[in-house]
């Protein structure tokens, strides 16, 4: 009876997923707008590169004319400025051995000469940005020009940050029509005067995106000024870029402080865009955007001195133009992009609930198929755990720990479904492979409702944005592994067989062969763990037979479900019926179950491409494993015959 309620409660949290699930694919689909972004020192860099045949209108022309959208600037002091040619820098203290006029001039200053080039309006705007930094300034003409006396030594003042170019913005703004996007210094003196009016400054040009430049955020680790800048960003209405693998510190907290109006960011640098072949760049920046929610894509004109200007504008143009077409061809559009959707209904939390009670349901029969009287256990506890959760605000963490005991167990429990399935069918010998197919399938599904639970647990907003995300992944490539070896052993040994056999194992003398097996072992298990974070080990062309893959079926399926976990669970699941033994097989088979779940914990995925990639996955999974169990019964037969073998029973163990 109380497996019944168990059973129950399962297929009601089922239910409880599809909601949550639908508001999480209206989220994904509330922002389909691309923004392309061009930095833009790499700007200024490509034109100071040989063999370039453009000047800056022409090449920012051409950037609008290939659906660059936006131009990323950052802060400038006096010694870029005089870089630029904008400004002259002088040490009062010797002018007057350059200048006999200047001998009236303080000593121990810095003068700043406006280029005549400006007009009176860009001097005035350069003069306030420098007013607003330095308290103690004096106009003064020199030479017939605009220039200011600054009363600090020259060394103090020339990498004073004055903030953006506002003079530059605007041109880039008015003339070009570029939006454009601030690149403030995280780490600074926090001057909260200068900073406000930077912020306003930038507002009033139509500026709402801000891409702290640095390994931290503004105002980082000061909770105070953090409020103050979330509160400037609030205020003026900026949006927060958030840089995919390159967590700056703070950034996930200001974004909450900024009512989470964030967009995901990749940055692919001049390294990248020179070295790399067009066609990869174009895959990289399809799958940031289609696979990883990425909604800005910030590119620098790859100026290399290995080749001449025109070529690296060609090879940049090859790139950016597939990026345009592919984008367009996947539906989205180009422009400036908005943050997800954040509006969730309060009712969630039932939801929440409902799913709670299933997967804690499933734990009760996984623990019970250790030792039965543990079925009792799990349920009351996930809901005490869940009540305490909540009542103290820790809810984002109680369904983080509930979404990894979700997603260990519902692995574990395929598996030993599976054994038992193919238990029962052993009779059914005329139907080996279909019932292969059938229990395969079924314990998919068991994969499946853990891969569901997780991803409605963990529908809310800040896991699509990545400001949270699921934690135990190690976890999770270990623990089904571990639980489904502890099962089959328990299955086939009594425990104190188990431990006479441990015992006997431990007093063996240690050879060079073990220290050779172990060895092995470590390596296998370091390269299967290391597969599962963002900077896993790369195979030779792995990468291209990856791509190989999206380009066939649009979305890649994961290659260790198809070419390892899955065919290896049909190929035991046959041998354990034909012969009563795969105990081994089953734990490899574990793995594919495993990557099913764990293919609906990228929750920065859009859900569909996850179902997507689950779905080809099963398919090829299922028809390479057909494909071994023809191989493996060919081998057998190949080997009876060489052996002069009779009568083989099938069932022969």
């Known amino acids: 009876m109380y497996k019944r309620i168990l059973i129950m409660f399962i297929v009601f949290s089922l239910l409880c997923t599809f909601p949550l699930l639908s508001q999480r694919y209206a989220v994904e689909n509330s922002a389909n707008v691309v923004e392309l972004v061009v930095d833009y020192r790499s700007i200024s860099r490509m034109l100071e590169q040989d063999g370039l045949d453009l000047n800056r209108n022409e090449l920012l022309m051409y950037l609008k004319e290939k659906n660059v959208n936006t131009i990323a600037l950052y802060e400038t002091n006096l010694k870029e400025m005089q870089d630029n040619k904008i400004v002259s820098l002088y040490d009062t203290s010797s002018l007057p051995f350059i200048l006999n006029d200047a001998y009236m001039l303080p000593l121990d200053h810095t003068l700043v000469v406006f280029s005549p080039a400006l007009n009176h309006e860009e001097i005035d705007l350069y003069t306030e940005m420098i007013s607003r930094v330095f308290n103690d300034i004096q106009p003064y003409e020199f030479q017939g020009s605009k220039a200011l006396i600054i009363k600090e030594e020259i060394h103090q003042v020339e990498n004073r940050l004055l903030g953006i170019d506002l003079v530059l913005a605007k041109i880039l703004h008015h003339e070009f029509d570029f939006n454009l996007a601030a690149r403030l210094k995280s780490n600074r003196k926090f001057d909260p005067n200068f900073l406000e009016w930077q912020f306003a400054q930038l507002s009033k040009l139509g500026i709402n995106k801000m891409i702290f430049d640095?390994?931290?955020?503004?105002?980082?680790?000061?909770?105070?000024?953090?409020?103050?800048?979330?509160?400037?960003?609030?205020?003026?209405?900026?949006?927060?870029?958030?840089?995919?693998?390159?967590?700056?510190?703070?950034?996930?907290?200001?974004?909450?402080?900024?009512?989470?109006?964030?967009?995901?960011?990749?940055?692919?640098?001049?390294?990248?865009?020179?070295?790399?072949?067009?066609?990869?760049?174009?895959?990289?920046?399809?799958?940031?955007?289609?696979?990883?929610?990425?909604?800005?894509?910030?590119?620098?004109?790859?100026?290399?001195?290995?080749?001449?200007?025109?070529?690296?504008?060609?090879?940049f143009d090859e790139a950016l133009t597939g990026i345009v077409t592919k984008l367009n061809d996947k539906g989205y559009e180009l422009g400036d992009a908005i943050p997800?959707?954040?509006?969730?209904?309060?009712?969630?939390?039932?939801?929440?609930?409902?799913?709670?009670?299933?997967?804690?349901?499933?734990?009760?029969?996984?623990?019970?198929?250790?030792?039965?009287?543990?079925?009792?256990?799990?349920?009351?506890?996930?809901?005490?755990?869940?009540?305490?959760?909540?009542?103290?605000k820790h809810d984002v963490l109680i369904l983080q720990l509930f979404a990894l005991l979700g997603a260990v167990a519902a692995p574990t429990m395929a598996i030993i479904k599976a054994v038992e399935w193919s238990q029962q069918k052993k009779q059914s010998r005329p139907f080996l492979a279909l019932n292969s197919i059938l229990i395969f399938i079924s314990a998919c599904f068991i994969s499946l409702y853990?891969?569901?639970a997780v991803a409605g647990l963990l529908s809310d907003i800040v896991f699509i944005k990545y400001i949270e995300q699921f934690r135990g992944v190690k976890l999770l490539f270990i623990m089904p592994i571990v639980l489904t070896s502890v099962y089959l052993v328990l299955a086939q040994y009594s425990i104190s067989e188990v431990i006479k056999r441990v015992h006997r194992f431990l007093n063996q003398a240690l050879l060079v062969k073990h220290l050779l097996i172990l060895a092995v072992v470590f390596i296998i298990g370091w390269y299967?763990?290391?597969?599962?974070?963002?900077?896993?080990?790369?195979?030779?062309?792995?990468?291209?037979?990856?791509?190989?893959?999206?380009?066939?079926?649009g979305v890649r399926p994961r290659t260790k479900e198809v070419f390892f976990g899955h065919p290896l669970l049909i190929l035991a699941i046959y041998c354990f019926m034909k012969y009563g033994r795969a105990s081994l097989v089953f734990v490899f088979g574990a793995i594919g179950q495993m990557s099913i779940v764990n293919t609906f914990t990228h929750l920065h995925t859009p859900l569909l491409v996850s179902l997507e990639r689950t779905i080809i996955g099963l398919i090829l999974g299922l028809l390479i494993g057909l494909l071994l169990i023809w191989l493996f019964n060919l081998s057998i037969k190949k080997w009876i015959e060489k052996r002069g073998y009779k009568n083989w029973a099938i069932s022969k163990k």
């Open 528 to 553: 299967y763990l290391s597969r599962s974070g963002n900077y896993a080990f790369i195979l030779p062309f792995e990468l291209e037979f990856r791509q190989l893959l999206a380009d066939l079926f």
């Open 450 to 452: 853990g891969a569901l």
């Open 340 to 392: 997800f959707s954040s509006d969730y209904s309060q009712q969630n939390n039932w939801y929440y609930l409902g799913i709670a009670l299933g997967v804690f349901s499933l734990i009760s029969l996984l623990v019970s198929k250790f030792w039965f009287p543990l079925i009792y256990i799990p349920l009351p506890l996930g809901i005490a755990l869940y009540t305490i959760g909540f009542i103290t």
């Open 214 to 315: 640095g390994g931290q955020v503004l105002g980082y680790p000061d909770t105070e000024q953090m409020k103050q800048v979330s509160e400037w960003m609030n205020t003026y209405g900026f949006n927060l870029s958030l840089i995919e693998f390159h967590d700056q510190l703070g950034s996930k907290s200001l974004s909450r402080l900024n009512k989470l109006q964030s967009i995901r960011l990749f940055s692919m640098s001049s390294q990248v865009l020179a070295g790399y072949h067009p066609q990869r760049i174009i895959d990289m920046a399809s799958l940031a955007v289609t696979e990883r929610n990425i909604r800005i894509l910030y590119m620098h004109l790859p100026y290399v001195s290995a080749l001449p200007g025109n070529e690296s504008i060609k090879k």
